[in-house]
Each structure stands twice: as structure tokens, then as C-alpha cells.
């Protein structure tokens, strides 16, 4: 038996303050050790060395999210994870002389618990910048193949090395960073320890990717949601390395397909020879204050901390066979999605208690709401419409012109564009004449519009073109008249949601039409008049539906 178990986890090159001394951290890690109760050895100890930083090379750009996510690991770690604070350090900003003494300074005190040392579980975590040679601590380069000596080298018998770097910037864009040679992931058969296992967040050929609404990066954010329930499949309340791995995989790659940016494949090389099921959290034994949140099935839930513009901090998937979160107590705001509509709502959840969230108390969203809002993975909501036409007449002495239109809404973050056509019919009669007045015609509709609780107030200005055809019934001759007219106007609107992306839609038109009008002095005998410019007033009222 070769004693010690590596696992290294590592994500692909790309673009991603320290608060206490390195001197301090070394000094508390020593007389955490040596304070430490001779009871506690029994157990299995758990160590962190927790990295972040948003500052990389001179050529790449500063990165939003990577010490939130250092943030996110560390905290959910000593909620669920074991890892006591005096055993976890968070490095933020660091250099690398400052990383490489911490290590050191951790690594004397695990070999300085002899007979603990066996049971002893060591994670390192690091976010922000690399490339083929190591990792971007601001101008510094930390070597990769000293990193990996520095955790291989510990005493603890299982080791963790995450690296989580990225070259893409929010929103999934690259922030102008240069095309570098792939993080090396080998299998290394001659590495001491019972097991080894690398893991990588994006393929050699590929940019992780970052989400401005999750706040942070596709690959952390799963992993992390993973820890604190997500990932445990067989729910025996245990989340293990090959769990939370294959549950990172699959939802990074989901995610990342619903970007332009394009697909993100993790991938990875176990051989943990016995050492398989590595518990890393325990969602049923938790920390004080640690509650479950349970979702309903059938929908993916986001979670967001105090409110909707807080940060993101778990996620639920509608596939996923575990419901509960461990979360500390508080409030949160929860989305779950659905087909046609989104379900919204503030919910607490009580320390060291069990929280199932009330769907039928959350507040109903249709996408377009949402799409309207500008948020990230909504931007379009889009869907047919039909509707009854009421039109004034163009003609003395006509009726109104009643018909129909059809249509096409596509709801954006800055406006809505409605594309329609349709017709009407109105007539007119005397004792000499009975004429009938046809319109045919198409146009295009833009709206701004504003949501309220109940109902959405659109305004905006529409244009189209149509065909006149104007047929008489009389006792002489009159041939019929054609002609086109353009139109133009404002148009303001009033809409409600009903159900299944349903919606009922009123509408009210001012229109400039203007045409070329012939009238006859005898029967017979047109004359033309040239252009004619009428201005009129319409009305619609409908249905549609949203996708």
C-alpha cells in the first residue's frame, strides 16, 4: 500500500487582499496544532488552503468573480465539510511567496500530528488566472510543478488540488485575452498515495465560462451546489469527490450549451484504488445554524441570498434526485422555472431546521416579465398573436372597417417588435351606389413597455403599407378602384397574463394613412385627385401565447 491518496482538480487556462500576513496564518496553523485536544486527533482532521484572486498577467484582464468563489468554497467547506476555521485559510490578492509559505507552514503542522496524520485530508483551492506553466497570482507566476509537489508532498493521506481558471469573462466574453497552450493534466502512475484522480473544468481546446447572473463561474457554481446537497444522488447524505465531479460535469456542460460562447466539457482521470466515495460534505450532519431548504420537483431553482439582487448561492436542478440544500439560516430568495413561467419568492429558513418551499405562495413570472428585465439566460420571450381590428373610415359617409389581424411578438430587454397583417371590410351605400372598401395590408409595431403587478403598459409607434381595393354595385358603370396607401402612427397598449403562456392583449392606434384618391364627377368617368392624407384611429384586441 503506497499510503497517500492526491486527488487534483483543475480547469482550463484563462483569464480570471490578502487580509491577514502569511506570518500570522503560519503562527495561528502552529498553535491551532499544538492547542488542539488530544480527543480531536481520533478524528479524521481537515485542512483548506482556500486561493482567489482577480488580478492575473499585465495582458489579462481583472476578473469579477474569482474571489467570490474562493469565498463560496471556504464557506461551504466549514459549513458541511468538517474543515474547522482555525484549520481553513483564505488567501485573497496573495503572492506566490505568500501561497508557498502557507503550504509550507500547513504541510510542518500535519506531519507534526503523527499519529493523526494517516486520517488527515488536505484541499487546496485556487481561482483566477493560469496557463501551461502555473497560476497567475498578479504579475507572479506560481509553477505548476511546484504547486503539485507542495500537495503531493504533504503528509495528510488524501489530498485535493481544485483549480478553477478561465480565460473567458463575463457574460461568457472573452476579455481580450490571448489564445495559451492547455493546463497539462497527465496521469502520473509513479505519484505516491492509494489513489490520484485530475479533473479538469473545460476540455485543452476550450475557455471556461463565467455567468454574471450566477456571479461567478459555471464550473464553481455547480461544484459548490454539488457540496451542499445537489450532487447526492444515491441520498445517503453524503456529496463524494466522484459525485460532486460527475454532478460539475453535467450541469457545466448544460449550462455552457445555452451560450453563444459555446460547449465546456470537464474531464477527468480517477485511480483512487479504494479510496472511491471520498465523503467531502455531509448534507445531514451539518454545522450549527445550518438548515435544509427543499425544493419542489419538476423545476430547476435558482437561490439567491437576502433577495433577487443578491448573489447566487446553490442551484437546483429539475433532474436532480436530491432536493435539499444546506444553506445557514436566513432569507432567500428562490426562481424556480418552468416550460412557460417562472415562480418567485422570498422564503426563511430557520437554523438547524427543515424548510419545504410553499410553490403555490410564489409569485407567477411569465418570461416576458423576465425578458423585459434584461436578465442573463431570459433575453428573448417571443410567441404568435391573433386579434380582432376595429379601424375608423377613410371615406365619408363609410362605416367602420372591421377584420382581423395575425401576428409575431418577440419581447426584448429594450423593446418589443410585433410584426403582423391583416384586413378589414367597411361599406357604403346611397340611392345611386352600394360600395364595399377593402384593406389588405402588414406592418411593423415597436413598443416600450413597463410591468406593474397585475398588468404591462406599452407605448410605441407602428408603420405599415396597404392595398385599397374600393368594389361598386350600381346601375351604371363603375369600375373598381385600387390603390396603396402607407401609414403610420402612435400606438399604446395594455396586456395581462392569463395561464400556459397565455396572454390577452389591448391596443389602441392613431394612424396617418396617405393614398392616391380618385373620385368620379360622372359615372364613368374618373378623375384623378392626386395624394390624399386621412387620418384615422384603430383598435385591437386579442390573444397570444409565449415561448
Not at 496553523?29 to 484572486?53: F, H, K, Q, W
Not at 482555525?86 to 496573495?94: A, C, I, M, S, Y
Not at 507542495?150 to 485535493?160: E, H, I, N, T
Not at 392613431?510 to 392624407?533: D, H, K, P, V
Request: glycine share 12%.
Amino acid at each position: 500500500m503506497k499510503g497517500r491518496a492526491p486527488v487534483v482538480i483543475a480547469r482550463a487556462a484563462c483569464a480570471r487582499g490578502l487580509a491577514a500576513s502569511v506570518l500570522w496564518w503560519s503562527l495561528a496553523l502552529t498553535l491551532a496544532g499544538s492547542l488542539a485536544p488530544r480527543e480531536a486527533r481520533a478524528e479524521v482532521a481537515r485542512y483548506a488552503v482556500i486561493v482567489g484572486n482577480n488580478v492575473g498577467a499585465a495582458r489579462e484582464g481583472t476578473l469579477r468573480f474569482a474571489e467570490n468563489d474562493a469565498r463560496k468554497v471556504q464557506a461551504v467547506l466549514q459549513q458541511l465539510g468538517g474543515f474547522r476555521p482555525e484549520n481553513t485559510v483564505l488567501l485573497q490578492g496573495g503572492t506566490v511567496g505568500e501561497v508557498q509559505r502557507v503550504l509550507i507552514s500547513l504541510n510542518a503542522r500535519i506531519r507534526s500530528e503523527n499519529s493523526a496524520a494517516r486520517d488527515a485530508m488536505l484541499v487546496v483551492y485556487y481561482s483566477g488566472h493560469a496557463d501551461a506553466r502555473g497560476l497567475h497570482l498578479g504579475r507572479e507566476i506560481l509553477d505548476l510543478d511546484l504547486l503539485t509537489r507542495l500537495v503531493q508532498g504533504s503528509a495528510a493521506a488524501f489530498r485535493m488540488l481544485v483549480v478553477d481558471a478561465c480565460r473567458s469573462g463575463t457574460l461568457t466574453r472573452v476579455k481580450g485575452a490571448q489564445p495559451i497552450a492547455p493546463f497539462p493534466i497527465n496521469e502520473r502512475d509513479e505519484l505516491p498515495g492509494e489513489g490520484v484522480a485530475f479533473l479538469t473544468s473545460s476540455a485543452a481546446d476550450e475557455d471556461a465560462q463565467e455567468s454574471e447572473e450566477l456571479q461567478g463561474s459555471f464550473f464553481t457554481h455547480y461544484f459548490v451546489s454539488g457540496l451542499r446537497g445537489a450532487a447526492d444522488k444515491n441520498r445517503n447524505g453524503t456529496v463524494s469527490v466522484e459525485e460532486v465531479y460527475d454532478y460539475a460535469y453535467f450541469h457545466t456542460l448544460e449550462a455552457s450549451s445555452r451560450t453563444a460562447f459555446g460547449l465546456q466539457h470537464p474531464t477527468f482521470h480517477f485511480d483512487l484504488k479504494g479510496k472511491g466515495g471520498t465523503p467531502l460534505t455531509w448534507v445531514d450532519r451539518r454545522a450549527s445554524g445550518i438548515g435544509l431548504l427543499a425544493v419542489p420537483r419538476g423545476k430547476d431553482y435558482l437561490i439567491f441570498s437576502g433577495s433577487v439582487n443578491g448573489p447566487v448561492v446553490a442551484e437546483v436542478a429539475a433532474t436532480d434526485a436530491r432536493r435539499e440544500i444546506a444553506l445557514p439560516a436566513g432569507s432567500y430568495f428562490v426562481r424556480g422555472r418552468a416550460p412557460d413561467h417562472l415562480l418567485e419568492g422570498v422564503v426563511h429558513l430557520p437554523a438547524n431546521g427543515l424548510l419545504f418551499v410553499p410553490e403555490d405562495e410564489l409569485h407567477r413570472v411569465q418570461y416576458a416579465r423576465l425578458a423585459r428585465k434584461g436578465l442573463d439566460t431570459i433575453t428573448v420571450a417571443h410567441g404568435p398573436w391573433i386579434a380582432g381590428h376595429v379601424r375608423s373610415p377613410l371615406w365619408d359617409g363609410a362605416t367602420h372597417c372591421f377584420g382581423a389581424r395575425i401576428g409575431y411578438l418577440w419581447d426584448l430587454p429594450s423593446f418589443s417588435l410585433s410584426i403582423g397583417a391583416g384586413g378589414c371590410r367597411s361599406t357604403f351605400s346611397n340611392r345611386v351606389v352600394l360600395a364595399t372598401a377593402d384593406e389588405l395590408g402588414a406592418q411593423v409595431e415597436t413598443r416600450y413597455v413597463v410591468d406593474t403587478a397585475l398588468l404591462s403598459l406599452g407605448l410605441g409607434v407602428a408603420a405599415g403599407a396597404s392595398w385599397l381595393r374600393q368594389d361598386f354595385d350600381t346601375q351604371g358603370v363603375a369600375p373598381s378602384r385600387d390603390s396603396i396607401a402607407g401609414r403610420v402612427g402612435p400606438v399604446v397598449s395594455l396586456s395581462g397574463e392569463l395561464f400556459g403562456g397565455l396572454y390577452w392583449i389591448v391596443s389602441g392606434q392613431g394612424e396617418l394613412y396617405w393614398f392616391r384618391q380618385q373620385r368620379s364627377g360622372n359615372i364613368g368617368r374618373a378623375t384623378s385627385e392626386g395624394l390624399a392624407a386621412v387620418v384615422s384611429w384603430g383598435a385591437t384586441a386579442g390573444l397570444g401565447k409565449y415561448f
